[in-house]
């Protein structure tokens, strides 16, 4: 009785959500006020704009790259002669983090949005409009809505030459329809397809574990091992107790924490937060000069040369070493810190840019964290010296060591390039290209590991280890998954760190041997060299070429509400269109159309149209797209599937984001049938 109640329960779970999907989310209401509630002429106040979200919604703000993919809150005041506006719209209390899947940085708001603009007022009274578009998602469903709205505030100001008392009078938000001084409530949406997955931001502590483990495999790496058992015997030869070798021991620990720690610190001190974080995660400067970095350190670590610091410097350093002192202790970790640097730079630089996106206290404590995990063999190995006894000894293992990180900071070099490639559209590293790099560098790195491949300052080696041959396996199977990423394989584990899908040269044919049908080529169509389908669906864009192509080869059409920035599109099209079933389904059974309604396309001028919606002109692709979902099928969000014949009628219930395959195969078989009869 229990599992019928609970099926039960399920099902009746489902059709809500089904029902749920296809209405509209209402439109956030805004407050907006102005401090001094009753300035007078010379001013400056502030006008406050505040909206408040959802529980499991959130909004972007304003002051992230458009360039990175979703839609970029804008405020705009109306220019007029009786106030000036100061400087640029602010937002206050949003986070800030880097979205691997966009690869950039996005800024959101939880709970409530706040944007503040200063302004000087120029006139008795200054009647304010503002115009805002603005994006909220569900973190629930990862449904996103684009919204537009107008607010209008009319301040009244105190007389400079009235000694009058005026009595305070609030100012607040009143919609551009109405006169009255209230909230706003505004209508239902205007919609976007920039989806974003639900996804938490990197906790400060999985960042801070990730830097302690960085600091524990730079302790492997050939310029610090066989520092171990020198610095090991130093402490118990020049210490005449165990308790002074032991305090000299946590002191070289704290010393080598401090010094990173102070790095991070100038990073911390420089303001180098959010701001600086997005410029650094998407502008080309950086990342041209990160690859640069990355290569240089790649062909050291191969042996083309050694990255060494200058010698005197080094030596002035280790000379104060001797000095029987805390400080004597500190030099000594500085100078450990100075001789590993060509090792442990490319793990600290690779922290620091992952740091500088964050709080200001994230550098600090990033290297404080990595200090840590650098400090703590030293430490522990000088408290306990025969442990020294079980550490293997130095020799070529060492060597493979580095190369095996030359290896892995070649392939992580193009990681950068790829990131301004994506962003300012070069087309130098196209995702089958850098698939290619990437399957020849891992290739290399596993016959080197398996000793088929050796380099100039490699020993001659008969036998391998268990370690190195598990390394190799794992190193040859990563290959053997990244192959068939050639041909159109999705390869969802390394979304955050390959170029798009459809930037691949290679066009495959995904879903086996499924083609189109003959005639139903659509080249010379609308649209088509902005737009394309994937999988090699041949398609329209445009809403009247599709109704007039389903009348002429009397085919259902099959809509596609989606946009350029819409993970969950793209997801339904990686992990559901890519079926066999449905790609078969789509490209033999129905008129494809796509129609993105976040475009910025401008059309000409004979296009445009008033909405009877919202009454607004539609000048763009995007919007004109936008309009007509949520004027003919009252949806606002994407991806979102729609069954109509040619007259319009619209065939089966309309689909939302979901990734079962039976489901959605039965939604398009239940959209033919309904054509048929």
């Not at 809500?16 to 439109?27: F, G, M, N, P, Y």
């Not at 458009?66 to 986070?95: M, R, S, W």
Request: charged share 20%; hydrophobic share 45%; proline share 5%.
């Amino acid at each position: 009785m229990s599992r019928i109640l609970k099926y039960g329960f399920l099902i009746l779970l489902l059709f809500v959500v089904d029902s749920v999907s296809a209405q509209l989310k209402q439109k956030p209401s805004w407050k907006i006020t102005i401090s001094p509630e009753n300035p007078k002429i010379g001013d400056v106040a502030e006008i406050q704009l505040k909206s408040p979200i959802e529980k499991d919604w959130y909004m972007y703000s304003n002051d992230f790259s458009e360039d990175v993919g979703p839609v970029v809150a804008q405020i705009q005041f109306k220019k007029t002669n009786e106030f000036e506006l100061i400087g640029k719209t602010q937002a206050k209390g949003n986070h800030k983090k880097f979205d691997d899947v966009f690869g950039g940085e996005v800024s959101t708001f939880t709970k409530e949005a706040v944007f503040v603009q200063k302004i000087k007022v120029l006139k008795d009274n200054p009647n304010i409009k503002v115009s805002l578009e603005f994006q909220e998602c569900s973190q629930v469903t990862g449904m996103c809505v684009l919204f537009e709205d107008e607010l209008n505030l009319r301040v009244k100001t105190t007389k400079t030459e009235s000694n009058e008392a005026t009595a305070p009078v609030k100012n607040v938000a009143t919609n551009i329809d109405t006169a009255q001084a209230t909230e706003v409530n505004t209508k239902p949406a205007v919609e976007t397809n920039n989806a974003i997955p639900t996804k938490s931001e990197t906790s400060l502590f999985a960042f801070l574990i990730f830097a302690l483990m960085g600091g524990l495999v730079a302790v492997l790496t050939p310029c610090v091992f066989p520092m171990l058992p020198m610095t090991v015997t130093f402490f118990t030869k020049k210490s005449d107790t165990r308790a002074l070798a032991v305090k000299r021991a946590l002191g070289f620990g704290l010393s080598i924490v401090i010094i990173y720690s102070s790095l991070g610190l100038v990073f911390s001190l420089l303001g180098l937060g959010p701001d600086f974080g997005n410029w650094l995660s998407t502008s080309w400067v950086p990342n041209i000069l990160f690859f640069a970095i990355f290569m240089v350190f790649a062909a050291s670590f191969l042996g083309l040369f050694e990255i060494t610091l200058p010698h005197s410097f080094v030596n002035q350093i280790d000379s104060k070493s001797n000095m029987a002192s805390f400080a004597g202790v500190f030099f000594m970790a500085f100078t450990l810190v100075l001789v590993s640097f060509s090792c442990t730079g490319p793990i600290v630089g690779s922290l620091l840019i992952e740091a500088v996106g964050g709080a200001i206290a994230k550098p600090l404590l990033g290297m404080a964290a990595f200090g840590a995990g650098l400090a703590l063999p030293f430490t522990l190995f000088a408290i306990f010296p025969s442990w020294i006894q079980g550490l293997p000894k130095s020799g070529g293992w060492l060597n493979s060591v580095k190369v095996v990180l030359g290896f892995l900071e070649l392939a992580l070099a193009f990681k950068f390039l790829s990131i301004p490639d994506q962003t300012y559209h070069w087309g130098l590293l196209d995702r089958d290209v850098y698939l290619a790099i990437w399957i020849a560098i891992f290739t290399l790195m596993g016959l080197y590991l398996i000793g088929k491949l050796r380099l100039s300052h490699d020993g001659e080696s008969q036998t391998i280890g268990v370690p190195r041959l598990f390394l190799a396996i794992a190193t040859f199977s990563f290959v053997v998954y990244l192959i068939p990423g050639m041909w159109g394989a999705p390869l969802k584990g390394l979304s955050g760190y390959l170029p798009p899908i459809e930037t691949l040269d290679f066009k495959p044919n995904v879903g086996g041997s499924e083609q189109a049908e003959p005639g139903q080529s659509h080249k010379g169509s609308k649209y088509q060299n902005i737009f394309k389908l994937p999988h090699d669906i041949d398609g329209f864009f445009d809403y009247k070429e599709a109704l007039s192509y389903s009348k002429k080869v009397q085919k259902p059409i099959f809509i596609d509400f989606t946009g350029h920035g819409c993970v969950n599109c793209r997801e339904m099209e990686a992990n559901v269109w890519s079926d066999p079933e449905v790609l078969k389904l789509l490209k033999n059974e129905f008129v494809v159309l796509a129609l993105y309604v976040d475009d910025k396309t401008e059309l000409p001028e004979n296009e445009w149209y008033m909405s009877k919606y919202d009454s607004k002109e539609k000048k763009t692709i995007g919007k004109q797209n936008f309009d007509l979902q949520i004027t003919k099928f009252n949806a606002n969000a994407q991806p979102y599937y729609v069954i109509l014949d040619a007259n319009e009628k619209m065939l089966t219930q309309p689909r939302a984001y979901d990734l079962d395959i039976p489901r959605f195969v039965q939604f398009l078989k239940d959209g033919i049938k309904n054509y048929q009869h």
